[in-house]
């Protein structure tokens, strides 16, 4: 079953911040988040594994409850690079699969 | 290192007719999973694998089938193609539980 996320869509002007998050109805083990640019293949940005950690990459942080089995992904001080599509993937215990949301399509405009 | 590769990028096919989409990772990768992307529907999974001679049934199988003889290699078949097959297919491998998933640039398939 696809995790879901929300909004679906967001536009930003340069600088602002967004969030984005992704909730399951499963028991997780990790959470997945990765940038799709148009007409391209989705990017690995960052894995958060059972355990409830906090990860950053440059500007780009996210959180993964456990708990509630929901995760966030923070932009801050967005760019105009940051512009794509945002996938949650979630990963339930034992030899199973990586499952995606449908996706957040964030705008950073100038 | 190529990374995983898929064949073709592009294609065309008519209705009924029958193709095997190529994938191919160099990285040793345990799971290997196909997706199909289609506008709104995010990216939803077709088959995946554990490991050779191991596959098993994602979110929507139905009209496709699969195979996983060697590490390297995770073909996806359309038996009787359909014009609701018309999609990006994406092949991802990664080593396995709780690592990064790596994805082909992906087959853009147009079934008339």
């Known amino acids: 079953q696809q995790p879901v996320q929300s909004p679906q869509a967001v536009i930003l002007r340069e600088g602002e911040d967004a969030v984005i998050n992704c909730s399951s109805s499963?028991?997780?083990?990790?959470v997945h988040w990765y940038r799709q640019k148009h007409g391209e293949a989705p990017v690995f940005l960052m894995i958060?594994?059972?355990?409830?950690e906090q990860k950053g990459h440059d500007k780009i942080s996210a959180s993964f409850n456990e708990k509630k089995q929901q995760s966030s992904l923070y932009l801050t001080a967005s760019q105009l690079s940051y512009s794509g599509t945002y996938f949650c993937?979630?990963?339930?215990?034992?030899?199973?699969?990586?499952?995606f949301g449908k996706g957040t399509r964030l705008s950073v405009i100038a | 290192n190529a990374g995983v590769t898929q064949t073709p990028k592009f294609q065309v096919l008519k209705t009924g007719q029958s193709m095997t989409l190529q994938c191919a990772q160099d990285?040793?990768?345990?799971?290997m999973s196909w997706y199909r992307q289609d506008p709104g529907m995010g990216l939803r999974l077709i088959h995946y694998?554990?490991?050779?001679?191991?596959?098993d049934q994602g979110e929507v199988p139905n009209g496709y089938n699969v195979s996983r003889s060697t590490t390297e290699d995770f073909p996806l078949r359309l038996l009787s193609a359909a014009p609701s097959q018309t999609s990006v297919y994406f092949c991802?491998?990664?080593?396995?539980?709780?690592?990064?998933?790596?994805f082909g640039d992906g087959t853009r398939l147009s079934i008339l």
């Open positions: 991802a491998s990664r080593t396995g539980v709780g690592q990064p998933q790596h």
């Open positions: 499963k028991a997780l083990y990790s």
């Open positions: 958060l594994l059972k355990g409830g």
């Open positions: 993937g979630t990963e339930a215990p034992g030899n199973t699969p990586l499952v």
């Open positions: 990285m040793n990768h345990e799971y």
């Open positions: 694998s554990v490991g050779a001679g191991i596959t």
